[in-house]
């Protein structure tokens, strides 16, 4: 290819043919479709906000045209793609491939040597500096000239690097629409004192703010949304500095820094989110919660959002919620076969109750949900209490708690049992009140499914002691508890081996003392953090005649816990020394997660 200087779809088939990525069968096809299926992805390319933004942007790559094929490498099972394509196209030429991670990148970076025409033109992104060059990604190796005009332009030194084409579109849509909205808005906005830094002097402004509704701010907002969407991500946080504003996204449970926004931008960018969400834009005092409801790549998204005045102004964090993820199936979750088969009974009984416990962000909703849509039928009428309802659902009748009318989980539960629910989810079991009435909702014949925050299963037991439920009626009343966690898991591209040292072993009190693990090295899909995606672990506690005989006013927290052992309760660190040792999650993971 160096000497034909040029990537075409025959020369990377060559190519990948050379070194076992196709076979001669896989080469013949793609050849015969290529041009048929180029047409085809430009028509799909060219419409909407993709179009909108790369006017000018024509040229489809070899490489995204092979893989859409989704050509499965032979003898490996793994389907071959863009960047797999790319990156045996940069050995072939001799140049670095890199797999471009938006959350280590440097927006100023980014507009700061290259604009915007000329970036979408050459397909060209700067993504770092090393060593007094900048590293420019390309998606044409042979791009020279593109390169030499940036040299005399800038009068920098340049190191060139090789990129899919589809990531550094990504990478110039999104920074520089975000970038570009940022600065148009900013222009227009006076400057003054920050009302809402408690450490700065308080002199009123001669002019007005600019607007949530300017278009400028409704660009970046969009933009924002759309990034977080692409990647992964479960939360934006939108934090008010001294200085300026912090954007941040929280990936698979870790919160990244991903923008800096002028402080006098936060309070207009805030106003249009709270727009969107419903929420009153004059109360800058109370925390309030709202939601929005949108759409990425034909699917609807649930957004909820929370502001929280804090010292420098209103912060706000905005929970996305996937369908794909808050309903699944509940044996895609996690469950191993025993506590699976536990579970399902639990759901199963006709009236009870079931309790779900951990901490925050550890899947609790996402369990109940599943619950529920997998008890879901014509002839069963379900009624959620939720404060605030975390997701839509027509198949189910939602109830949101509003406290500022006293519409709270206690007056909502005395009067739901006139709605003839044969099913009933509570939010949370916060209070006594709450408790007593979930508890004469399961003695009337219902199954109530419900959350605790407790660390783990028989510490529910002493929580709803606390809250004045008697021994007795939690021993009449509830049929399991299970206590739940996520763990992290390992990214499958770059995984290896490595052996616990006999320190760690013993740490976990393994019998082996030469135990083989697996962790993730860091590659370009993780992001360099060797995990992606997460795993349930979950500790199920059936409430067997053991453990209801156990159970008293004065139980004593330890005989709990050693009846559940002598009834098969796998704990939440055994579930998630298991996953380590299948290969799922790591030796660290376990220890930041069970302690």
Not at 393 to 420: P, S
Not at 498 to 516: G, I
Not at 538 to 551: M, S
């Amino acid at each position: 290819m160096s000497r034909e200087r040029k990537v075409s779809v025959t020369n990377v088939c060559k190519i990948l043919l050379r070194t076992g990525l196709i076979s001669e069968e896989q080469n013949r096809m793609v050849l015969s479709r290529a041009e048929a299926q180029m047409a085809r992805l430009h028509s799909h390319q060219q419409s909407g906000y993709t179009r909108r933004f790369s006017q000018g942007v024509e040229q489809i790559s070899p490489a995204e045209i092979i893989s859409s094929f989704n050509l499965e490498i032979p003898g490996t099972g793994r389907i071959l793609t863009e960047d797999a394509i790319t990156e045996t196209i940069a050995k072939a030429v001799g140049m670095e491939y890199v797999k471009i991670d938006p959350l280590k990148m440097a927006l100023e970076l980014i507009t700061d040597h290259v604009t915007r025409a000329f970036a979408l033109k050459n397909l060209i992104v700067p993504i770092g500096e090393k060593d007094g060059a900048v590293i420019f990604a390309q998606a044409d190796p042979f791009n020279s000239r593109a390169i030499e005009d940036i040299k005399q332009a800038r009068n920098i030194q340049i190191r060139q690097v090789l990129a899919s084409r589809s990531d550094i579109l990504k990478i110039l849509r999104e920074f520089f629409g975000f970038r570009a909205s940022v600065l148009a808005a900013q222009s227009e906005v006076p400057s003054g004192v920050d009302l809402s830094n408690l450490e700065q002097f308080v002199q009123m402004r001669a002019h007005g703010e600019i607007e949530g509704s300017d278009k400028h701010i409704i660009a970046a907002v969009e933009f924002l949304l759309q990034y977080a969407f692409d990647q992964r991500a479960s939360d934006i946080h939108i934090e008010p500095k001294r200085d300026m504003s912090l954007i941040r996204l929280r990936v698979d449970g870790v919160l990244h820094n991903i923008h800096t926004v002028p402080k006098k931008l936060h309070p207009p960018m805030i106003s249009r989110i709270k727009l969107l969400a419903r929420l009153d834009l004059a109360e800058k005092r109370r925390p309030q919660d709202g939601r929005i409801k949108t759409s990425h790549k034909g699917k609807e998204v649930e957004l909820r959002v929370a502001t929280l005045p804090v010292a420098f102004g209103e912060k706000v964090v905005i929970r996305i919620f996937d369908p794909e993820i808050l309903l699944q199936d509940l044996d895609r979750i996690g469950f191993y076969p025993r506590e699976y088969q536990l579970y399902s009974a639990f759901i199963s009984k006709p009236n009870g109750i079931i309790l779900v416990t951990g901490p925050t962000g550890s899947g609790k909703t996402t369990t109940l949900y599943s619950s529920l849509r997998a008890l879901s039928s014509p002839e069963v009428n379900i009624v959620t209490v939720e404060d605030p309802i975390e997701m839509v659902m027509e198949e189910f009748n939602q109830v949101g708690v509003q406290g500022a009318i006293g519409v709270n989980f206690a007056t909502v539960l005395r009067n739901i049992l006139r709605q003839d629910p044969d099913i009933i989810m509570i939010g949370e079991i916060r209070d006594r009140e709450t408790a007593e009435n979930a508890v004469q909702a399961a003695l009337t014949g219902h199954l109530v499914l419900s959350t605790l925050h407790t660390n783990d299963a028989p510490a529910a037991v002493t929580r709803l002691l606390d809250l004045g439920v008697p021994s007795f009626l939690i021993t009449s009343t509830v049929v399991g508890i299970i206590a739940q966690r996520l763990l992290r898991s390992i990214c499958t591209e770059c995984k290896r081996e490595r052996r616990l040292t006999p320190e760690e072993a013993a740490y976990l009190q393994l019998e082996k003392q030469e135990v083989t693990v697996w962790e993730g090295a860091g590659c370009g899909e993780c992001r360099g953090t060797g995990y992606r995606g997460r795993s349930g672990i979950f500790e199920v506690l059936d409430f067997t005649d053991n453990i209801k005989a156990v159970i008293s006013d004065r139980m004593d927290l330890a005989e709990l816990y050693a009846a559940a052992k002598r009834d098969g309760m796998i704990s939440l660190r055994q579930v998630a020394i298991r996953k380590m040792l299948e290969g799922i999650t790591t030796y660290e993971e376990v220890l930041a997660i069970t302690g």
